[in-house]
């Protein structure tokens, strides 16, 4: 499990505040826990943002409530029923453990895969967050998969930080350094893919978290459709300790745990992984796009697009899993889903430069209105207000992108 679970609960702490969800990450082959409704810290716990498992792939997440007297196992599972029950044919939820009569197929194919495993590098292009990096170098080192490297490319760096960070890493796993002048994102993306031509690349940003399984699921999706070119991952929270933080999973926190193809280009699903050759395929990452960039956000959702336009293929691997931090302060939570939007809008604009017929569809994805229950106003006006700013900031980046190319 990812986070706590108490058998006897501490007593409350008026003082100590509520907690909006704890996070929880359970698997359905071992015996369910108790949910205890007071935290070790004394808080009151609203809810539980559960995981579920089945032998480590996910299928299934849910918000329940907790109630004053905490929830037993046979009252997570029943809340769990209707996120999961498909699995179990209608049959209850197991509270004790499930135990196939036969090995499942899911951790069958995975072994297969990794007899053979194809060699993977974990690319994370980072800027002077080194707290966040030393978390996703530890998650990237930990990786259950035989045949892999991570390449660090520090961007525009100021401090040594990230190289500090990545030397302690490197004395315990396969972890390598890259600098690259040009302030953006999409340009230490780009060092990356020239500098690892004929590899299986696999990305992730430094505030993410990857599962020990993240590689082996990357390596699975390619292996069970060879003609992919591109494998679309699942990221959950990491954490929903601050209201903002639930807030920005409520609006962003639609799923499908079904292993599938991606066949829309305007998607909010975006990228893990790309083999080798694709991304210089379809033009390298845009270097208008992406942290460092006055979009901000965006260089793998048109990286994707494109790949979609283009003839190319890309499948939905939910097992492929990585844990996110969300932004914790009301501020911080404006400045995100701003960013997300201008990214996603500029992203779009660019893909209609390419192919004008493609408008309509970018259109109706772009005016989807967001789930608005219980969600401040204020915080929906800053998705909106992003979006009408995309194609501005899109074309802003072009200019200050050319600046730093020379």
Same mark, same amino acid.
């Not at 089945?54 to 996120?83: C, K, S, Y």
């Not at 292996?223 to 494998?231: C, E, R, Y």
């Not at 844990?323 to 400045?335: E, K, Q, T």
């Given at each position: 499990m990812k986070d706590w679970t108490l058998l006897t609960a501490p007593e409350l702490d008026p003082t100590g505040g509520e907690l909006p969800a704890v996070v929880l990450d359970v698997d359905l082959a071992e015996p369910l826990p108790p949910v205890a409704a007071v935290h070790p810290?004394?808080?009151?716990?609203?809810?539980?943002?559960?995981?579920?498992?089945?032998?480590? !792939?996910? %299928?299934?997440?849910?918000? %329940?409530?907790?109630?004053?007297?905490?929830? +037993?196992?046979?009252?997570?599972?029943? *809340? $769990?029923?209707?996120?999961?029950?498909?699995?179990?044919?209608?049959?209850?939820?197991?509270?004790?453990?499930? /135990?196939? *009569?036969? !090995?499942?197929?899911?951790l069958a194919r995975r072994r297969a895969v990794l007899d053979a495993a194809p060699h993977i590098t974990a690319v994370v292009c980072t800027r002077e967050r080194p707290g966040a990096l030393a978390r996703c170098l530890d998650s990237l080192i930990a990786q259950r998969y035989p045949a892999f490297r991570v390449l660090v490319v520090d961007n525009a760096p100021i401090t040594g930080a990230a190289a500090e960070v990545t030397r302690a890493a490197a004395r315990r796993g396969p972890v390598d350094y890259l600098r690259e002048e040009r302030l953006g994102r999409s340009f230490a993306r780009n060092t990356a893919v020239r500098q690892l031509p004929g590899e299986i690349l696999a990305w992730i940003d430094e505030d993410a978290v990857a599962d020990p399984h993240w590689l082996a699921e990357i390596a699975c999706a390619?292996?069970?459709?060879?003609?992919?070119?591109?494998?679309?991952?699942? =990221?959950?929270?990491?954490? $929903?300790?601050?209201? /903002?933080?639930?807030?920005?999973?409520?609006?962003?926190?639609?799923? =499908?745990?079904? +292993?599938?193809?991606?066949?829309?280009?305007?998607? !909010?699903?975006?990228?893990?992984?790309?083999?080798?050759?694709?991304?210089?395929?379809?033009?390298?990452?845009?270097? @208008?796009?992406?942290?460092?960039?006055?979009?901000? =956000?965006? !260089?793998?959702?048109?990286?994707?697009?494109?790949? $979609?336009?283009?003839?190319?293929?890309?499948?939905?691997?939910?097992?492929?899993?990585?844990?996110?931090?969300?932004?914790?302060?009301?501020?911080?939570?404006?400045?995100? %889903? /701003? =960013?997300?939007?201008?990214?996603?809008?500029?992203?779009?604009?660019?893909?209609?430069?390419?192919?004008? /017929?493609?408008?309509?569809?970018?259109?109706?994805? @772009?005016?989807?209105?967001?789930? *608005?229950?219980? %969600?401040?106003?204020?915080?929906?006006?800053a998705g909106r207000r992003g979006m009408v700013a995309g194609p501005g900031a899109y074309l802003r980046g072009r200019r200050v992108a050319k600046a730093r190319d020379r």
């Open positions: 810290d004394g808080r009151r716990v609203r809810r539980a943002w559960v995981l579920a498992r089945l032998f480590t !792939e996910p %299928i299934g997440a849910a918000l %329940i409530d907790v109630p004053d007297g905490g929830l +037993r196992p046979a009252g997570l599972g029943a *809340a $769990l029923a209707p996120a999961i029950g498909q699995h179990f044919g209608g049959l209850p939820v197991p509270i004790d453990g499930y /135990t196939p *009569a036969t !090995e499942p197929a899911f390619l292996a069970g459709d060879p003609a992919a070119d591109a494998v679309c991952g699942l =990221s959950v929270p990491a954490e $929903l300790e601050s209201q /903002t933080q639930l807030w920005y999973e409520r609006l962003t926190g639609a799923r =499908s745990f079904s +292993r599938s193809p991606v066949t829309k280009p305007f998607t !909010e699903i975006t990228p893990v992984a790309f083999r080798a050759g694709v991304i210089e395929r379809v033009g390298m990452f845009d270097t @208008a796009l992406g942290a460092g960039t006055p979009a901000g =956000s965006g !260089e793998d959702v048109l990286a994707l697009a494109r790949v $979609l336009v283009g003839g190319g293929r890309a499948v939905h691997q939910p097992s492929a899993l990585s844990w996110r931090h969300y932004p914790s302060d009301l501020d911080g939570l404006r400045r995100r %889903i /701003t =960013s997300d939007a201008k990214g996603v809008a500029g992203a779009y604009m660019r893909m209609v430069f390419e192919r004008p /017929t493609l408008l309509g569809k970018a259109m109706r994805h @772009a005016m989807r209105v967001p789930v *608005a229950d219980g %969600i401040p106003r204020e915080v929906l006006r």
